[in-house]
């Protein structure tokens, strides 16, 4: 007798992982956050060509959800880092919840466990943190706004690419403000919409790069030395923590950086605006 059970489909293989520890490796470099986006901005777009693109356009939706994650990332390692440094921001997130298995796996900073269930791939998800912790509203006096609007969008395509097979949900097509369509609409990303992605999400990374740097700096000055932690500490070497986290070995050695001064010098500068 047939057996009707395995009519519709090919039967499962036994499938297993022979090592995980293959699908994994640690990683050497500690670059301040903008770099690390960078590095892996520039990895991503490097396996894409124009030709590779138009013979494989499976691939580049999955490439724009790389940049979108990098991009996520940055914001978890800045926000970690401003944490790990400034006693304000150490006060607002002191109720955050923390995974212990970041303690146990000690890969890096205890900080980033407390936003390992914390997805920045939705813009008012970072508003929120940036407020919040931080201090730092995001509204159209700023540069971040523009940008962070834009990554909205992408932010929307990737939804459909990770959860849905690239084809585009109804709540998402709605927020991105398409036509009515009676037939799927699938995500397609070609060449030139993967350069632009990876413009916006670097225009967004830099843009908050150089606000949050400059409101840190700010609360360096004239915040900072008033709290019980840092009352006796050297505000020199403070500021020079300060400096690692935000400043990008990438961009000054392609000359990108408008004012490329010592951390010294950026000190100073900052120290003589409050005495005018």
Not at 244 to 253: I, N, R, T
Request: hydrophobic fraction near 35%; aromatic fraction near 8%; charged fraction near 20%.
């Amino acid at each position: 007798m047939q057996n009707w059970k395995q009519t519709v489909s090919a039967n499962a293989s036994t499938a297993r992982i022979s090592d995980i520890t293959k699908y994994v490796k640690v990683n050497p470099t500690n670059p301040s956050p903008i770099d690390r986006f960078y590095e892996e901005r520039n990895a991503l777009l490097s396996a894409v060509t124009p030709d590779y693109a138009l013979e494989n356009p499976t691939v580049t939706p999955l490439v724009l959800v790389g940049l979108i994650s990098s991009t996520e990332n940055y914001f978890r390692e800045i926000i970690s880092g401003i944490i790990s440094i400034c006693p304000k921001a150490k006060e607002k997130s002191a109720s955050k919840s923390l995974n212990l298995a970041t303690a146990w796996f000690g890969y890096g900073a205890l900080e980033k466990g407390a936003f390992e269930n914390t997805s920045f791939s939705d813009p008012d998800t970072v508003k929120k943190d940036l407020k919040n912790i931080v201090g730092y509203d995001v509204s159209n006096g700023n540069q971040i706004l523009d940008p962070l609007l834009e990554f909205g969008k992408l932010c929307e395509l990737r939804h459909a690419i990770v959860h849905s097979a690239g084809l585009l949900a109804g709540k998402n097509a709605i927020k991105l403000q398409l036509p009515n369509s009676k037939n799927p609409v699938k995500i397609s990303v070609a060449y030139s919409g993967l350069q632009e992605s990876a413009e916006i999400c670097t225009s967004l990374v830099c843009s908050s790069n150089l606000e949050l740097f400059t409101h840190i700096s700010k609360r360096w000055l004239h915040e900072w030395p008033k709290t019980p932690a840092y009352r006796e500490q050297n505000q020199n070497e403070i500021f020079k923590r300060v400096w690692k986290l935000f400043y990008s070995e990438f961009d000054a050695e392609n000359g990108l950086i408008q004012n490329p001064i010592s951390h010294i010098k950026a000190r100073n500068l900052i120290i003589r605006q409050r005495a005018q």
